[in-house]
C-alpha cells in the first residue's frame, strides 16, 4: 500500500482534532457528490431526449440513429456510475456510516441531490474522470509528456543519477492530483511527496494506486458529457481504459506517499526539501507570492524549484474571494526578490489539459517553464556554481531557439571573414585613448 494521510505537526493535529466534525462533513459531501454522478448526468441527457420526443414524427425519423446514440450515451453513463461505485469500495480516505450499505447496489446512490451538494461539486466529479483518463491511460500520453517530461528532464539534469544517491534527493510535488508525475519520480529512485486537497483528487488517486490490481482493467467514458464539437457519434461515446501502468505491481525503486492537505498549511518546515516540483499549480493561490515564500522556506540550500504551467489564477473571478494575477514579468521579480536564482525559464510551451482529442474544439495552454535555484552561499563562495546560468530577464519562446542557432552561424562567419586595411584602420581608432 502507498501511504496516503493527513499531514500535520503537533498544532495542526489539534486544531483538526477540534474541527474532525466538520473535515468528516466535507469528506462525505465528496463522497456524495460521486454518487450522485449517475443522476446528474442524466438529467442533462433527459433535457435532449425530451426535446427530441417533441418534435414532428418527420423530425424523428431522421434521427433515429441520433436517438440510439442517445442511449448509448446512458449507458456509459451507468458504466462510469459502477466505475465509480469500485473506486468508493474501500472507504480509506472517508468515514463509515453507522448503516452498512451494499456498494454494489443502487440504493447507495441517491434520486435527488443530497445535502449540500453543488454544481461546481458535481463538475468536480466530472473533471476527476477526465483526470483519471489524463494521468493513467494511453489516452493521456500526450498530455503527460508535454507537461510532466520537462521537469523530469530537468531535475535528472541536475541530480544525475551517477553523482547523487537518488534515494536521499526528497522531492516534493505540490498539487500533484492524481499523483502521475509523483510516481514517475518515485520509479526514477527519488525519495517523493505528493501533496493533494482536493478530495475529489485524494479518493480517485488512492484508487489507482492502491486498489487497481492489473493493468487497463477498467472502462471509462470521460467525454460522455461533451455534447457539441463531435464529429462522429463515437467520439462521445469513447472508452478510455485504465490504468495503463498498475503501480501495485509496478512499485517505485524510491520512497512514495501521497499527504492530504493544504500546501501553506502543512509546509513550514525550513530546509526539508531537495526538489520542489510544481505542474498547473501556482496559479491555484489566491496570493501566489506566499506559494514562491513557501517553496523557498521547504527548500534546502542550493535546492531546485521545477515549474509548468499557465498563469490561469483560479480565484480570478470567483466570488467572494480576493485575488492577485501577476504577469510573468511581475514572478521573476517576486522570485528573485524572495531569494531565488532563475537558472533557466521558456515560454509557449505547448501543453493541453484534459482535452478530448477528437473534440472539434482543442484548448492548448502557451505554459511557462522554469528551473529556479536556492542559493547556497557556501558553494557561491567557493565558486562552485555560477550564480545564474540565463539573465533574469530572458524570455525565451521555444520557437526562439532556432532562430538564435542562426544567429550564432552568422556570427561565426563573420569572424572567418579577413580583416581588410578599412577594418584595420578602424580598429586602430578605437584602440586611441579618448
Known amino acids: 500500500m502507498f501511504p496516503m494521510h493527513p499531514k500535520m505537526d503537533e498544532q495542526q493535529a489539534q486544531a483538526y482534532a477540534a474541527n474532525e466534525d466538520e473535515e468528516e462533513k466535507h469528506i462525505q459531501k465528496v463522497q456524495n457528490a460521486f454518487l450522485y454522478y449517475g443522476p446528474y448526468a442524466c438529467q442533462r441527457l433527459k433535457r435532449s431526449m425530451d426535446y427530441l420526443n417533441s418534435l414532428s414524427g418527420e423530425d424523428q425519423h431522421m434521427l433515429a440513429k441520433y436517438r440510439a446514440h442517445l442511449e448509448c450515451v446512458r449507458t456509459c453513463i451507468d458504466r462510469n456510475q459502477a466505475v465509480i461505485r469500485e473506486i468508493l469500495r474501500e472507504r480509506v480516505l472517508y468515514p463509515p456510516e453507522e448503516s452498512t450499505v451494499n456498494p454494489s447496489t443502487d440504493s447507495w446512490e441517491f434520486d435527488e441531490p443530497p445535502p449540500n451538494v453543488r454544481h461546481g461539486d458535481m463538475d468536480q466529479a466530472q473533471s476527476t474522470l477526465k483526470l483519471i483518463a489524463r494521468d493513467w491511460s494511453t489516452d493521456g500520453a500526450l498530455e ?9 528532464d530537468s531535475i535528472v539534469e541536475y541530480y544525475k543519477p551517477s553523482d547523487y544517491e537518488l534515494k536521499e534527493i526528497k522531492i516534493l510535488v505540490p498539487g500533484a492530483g492524481l499523483g502521475r508525475l509523483t510516481y514517475e519520480l518515485a520509479c526514477l529512485g527519488y525519495s517523493c511527496e505528493g501533496n493533494e486537497f482536493s478530495y475529489f483528487m485524494l479518493i480517485a488517486s488512492n484508487f489507482v494506486l492502491n486498489l487497481c490490481d492489473y493493468e487497463n482493467k477498467y472502462a471509462l467514458y470521460p467525454w460522455v458529457h461533451q455534447y457539441v464539437n463531435n464529429l462522429r457519434r463515437e467520439d462521445q461515446v469513447a472508452a478510455v481504459r485504465f490504468p495503463d501502468v498498475c503501480p501495485r505491481k509496478n512499485p517505485p525503486k524510491g520512497h512514495f506517499e501521497i499527504a492530504a492537505g493544504d500546501f501553506l498549511e502543512i509546509y513550514k518546515t525550513a530546509h526539508s526539501y531537495n526538489c520542489v516540483a510544481t505542474c498547473f499549480f501556482i496559479d491555484c493561490a489566491n496570493n501566489v507570492i506566499d506559494f514562491i515564500r513557501t517553496i523557498y522556506k521547504i527548500l534546502v540550500p542550493g535546492g531546485i524549484w521545477v515549474n509548468l504551467g499557465p498563469l490561469l489564477y483560479h480565484y480570478s473571478d470567483v466570488s467572494g474571494q480576493n485575488s492577485i494575477e501577476p504577469t510573468f514579468e511581475d514572478l521573476c521579480i517576486i522570485m528573485e526578490s524572495v531569494g531565488f536564482v532563475i537558472e533557466k525559464s521558456r515560454t509557449g510551451i505547448h501543453t493541453k489539459y484534459a482535452q478530448n482529442p477528437a473534440s472539434m474544439k ?7 517553464f522554469w528551473v529556479c535555484r536556492k542559493p547556497d552561499p557556501f558553494e557561491e563562495q ?15 519562446r521555444e520557437d526562439s531557439e532556432e532562430e538564435e542557432e542562426d544567429g550564432r552561424k552568422k556570427e561565426e562567419e563573420q569572424l572567418k571573414q579577413p580583416i581588410t586595411a578599412d577594418d584595420e584602420t578602424e580598429m586602430e581608432l578605437l584602440a586611441q585613448p579618448t
Open 362 to 368: 482543442q484548448s492548448e495552454y502557451q505554459s511557462l
Open 382 to 396: 567557493r565558486g562552485k556554481r555560477k550564480a545564474s546560468r540565463e539573465p533574469h530577464d530572458l524570455i525565451v
Open 144 to 152: 503527460r509528456e508535454q507537461s510532466y517530461k520537462p521537469i523530469i
